[in-house]
T-cell receptor
Framework: EPEVTQTPSHQVTQMGQEVILRCVPI?????FYWYRQILGQKVEFLVS????????KSEIFDDQFSVERPDGSNFTLKIRSTKLEDSAMYFC????????????FGAGTRLSVL | AQKVTQAQTEISVVEKEDVTLDCVYE???????LFWYKQPPSGELVFLIR??????QNEISGRYSWNFQKSTSSFNFTITASQVVDSAVYFC??????????????FGSGTRLSIRP
């Protein structure tokens, strides 16, 4: 069964460093998303992406964040200068063509900012 | 604004008991989708079900069943004859059903379900 793949599974970084979280969505999907889950809390929407541009972003997704689809398969989330409060699990999701398709999530990348 | 409330933060039952997870939602949209996702201890989010707002038929899938009641804005999830493997955090969620499929999902705060042997 096709799945969303995220790498790395765990990323440790120093405060102020840049990190790039990588995702390979399901191959025929057209819509891509990033969500964040701070430990023990709810899953929060960060950004959605379609047709090589951002469709919607939350207030969490400030200038420190950016997304890119550098080729036909990868979808990345970059945090330019990490803060302690960026420590969280980051989930990538993708959904297919058509109206209101189901979002399938990757296993997540746990980001630890020290 | 859209909102999903899961009032039960933690539930613990003995194996083989039935358990119901409550979910209440708020939205101004006339068409929307409701979801349940499971997050096992390994951390991934596993899709369980999606419901259209215009389809109030209850659904059963094996030991799982869902009760959608638009009149009370509720979308409850029942596990029958619970098993230890059902132990997880369960999230109820909501999205608009617009023309674009790039609709964000709004999650509830989750219910941690523990099934004791």
């Amino acid at each position: 069964e096709p799945e969303v793949t995220q790498t790395p599974s765990h990323q440790v970084t120093q405060m102020g460093q840049e990190v790039i979280l990588r995702c390979v969505p399901i191959s025929n999907h057209l819509y891509f998303y990033w969500y964040r889950q701070i430990l023990g809390q709810k899953v929060e929407f960060l950004v959605s992406f379609y047709n090589n541009e951002i469709s919607e972003k939350s207030e969490i997704f400030d200038d420190q964040f950016s997304v890119e689809r550098p080729d036909g398969s990868n979808f990345t989330l970059k945090i330019r200068s990490t803060k302690l409060e960026d420590s969280a699990m980051y989930f990538c999701a993708s959904s297919g063509p058509g109206r209101g398709n189901i979002q399938y999530f990757g296993a997540g990348t746990r980001l630890s900012v020290l | 604004a859209q909102k999903v409330t899961q009032a039960q933060t933690e539930i613990s039952v003995v194996e083989k008991e039935d358990v119901t997870l409550d979910c209440v939602y708020e939205t101004r949209d006339t068409t929307y989708y409701l979801f349940w996702y499971k997050q096992p201890p390994s951390g991934e989010l596993v899709f369980l079900i999606r419901r259209n707002s215009f389809d109030e038929q209850n659904e059963i899938s094996g030991r799982y069943s869902w009760n959608f009641q638009k009149s009370t804005s509720s979308f409850n999830f029942t596990i029958t004859a619970s098993q230890v493997v059902d132990s997880a955090v369960y999230f109820c969620a909501l999205s608009e059903a617009g023309y674009s499929s790039a609709s964000k999902i709004i999650f509830g705060s989750g219910t941690r379900l523990s099934i004791r042997p």
